[in-house]
């Protein structure tokens, strides 16, 4: 499915410009995935190139459909220079093949959890991966394929990410806007939850 990272790369390069670093990483038993990081203006910007080269398919099915199912990449926006942030390439990078090594959709809504700091010192060691559109469009595919969606992640602190798992997605998305939070800040500390 070379055809379709090529388009998805395309995609990024139209939208984000040129990557300035590329990095690669194979787990046993997957396709590569590579992570693109492009620089605009004080963000930093990681984008997952090899998630959407096959659909996730339902963990439940007993075969997986080659073709039909939801593909997505990943999309990680940092303010620069505040933090050793590269150090989230691996990390992203797991969270990428997490399809294909735990049979699991990714979906808006959905909490993605590493088990260690995105970064040196990070407060985060999940994320909220919130809804496609807003920074790369959706890239349509050639039927019965599905779109690639650039879902955005939104790096959540523990307490963040436990106060998700009993409100919801959209509960923590409506406290962090209400309450001005710079979710691009590698330093910022986790929102006010009483």
Avoid: C
Wanted: net charge negative.
């Amino acid at each position: 499915m070379s055809d379709v990272l090529e388009l998805v790369e395309a995609r990024l390069r139209t939208t984000l410009g040129e990557p300035d670093a590329r990095a690669a990483v194979t787990f046993l038993g997957t396709d590569r995935i590579e992570v693109l990081r492009f620089v605009d203006n004080g963000v930093v910007r990681y984008a997952t190139l090899g998630m959407s080269a096959q659909p996730m398919a339902d963990p439940t099915a007993v075969l997986a459909d080659p073709l039909r199912g939801p593909r997505a990449e990943l999309l990680l926006s940092v303010r620069a220079g505040r933090v050793e942030s590269d150090k989230v390439l691996r990390p992203l990078a797991v969270l990428a093949a997490s399809p294909q090594v735990e049979g699991v959709v990714v979906a808006p809504g959905a909490s993605l959890n590493v088990g260690e700091p995105l970064w040196p010192e990070a407060a985060f060691t999940s994320v909220l991966v919130a809804s496609p559109g807003g920074l790369v469009e959706d890239l349509e595919l050639d039927e019965p394929r599905e779109p690639v969606r650039f879902l955005p992640l939104l790096p959540m602190t523990p307490n963040e990410a436990a106060w998700k798992r009993v409100h919801g997605a959209e509960a923590l998305e409506k406290r962090w806007l209400e309450r001005g939070t710079d979710l691009r800040d590698p330093l910022r500390a986790g929102v006010p939850l009483d």
